[in-house]
């Protein structure tokens, strides 16, 4: 599957431990991304400054789904999942 361009729900949705030019905590869920530009594009593409969690993302339907909303929903709901889980763990 291709990213659709300016979904951005990736930038958007989860939450990004690693350091990103101009957040230097990350990112909280929920929380844009500070280099997602106005059209949902991120600023860093192809920067050596893009984190390597975001280089390493790779679209696909069974995260994204068929639109941005239902990207938003699905990575929100993976997000959820994840910080549950790891919460029991502790």
Do not use: Y
Request: aromatic share 4%; glycine share 8%.
């Amino acid at each position: 599957m291709e990213c659709r361009l300016g979904c951005g729900a990736c930038c958007i949705a989860p939450s990004i431990s690693s350091p990103i030019p101009g957040m230097p905590e990350g990112k909280p869920a929920g929380v844009r991304c500070i280099q997602l530009d106005e059209n949902n594009l991120c600023k860093l593409f192809g920067s050596d400054d893009r984190p390597q969690v975001c280089s390493d993302f790779k679209s696909d339907e069974a995260v994204c789904g068929n639109s941005v909303q239902e990207a938003l929903t699905i990575i929100n709901e993976l997000e959820d999942t994840t910080f549950s889980s790891f919460k029991q763990m502790r």
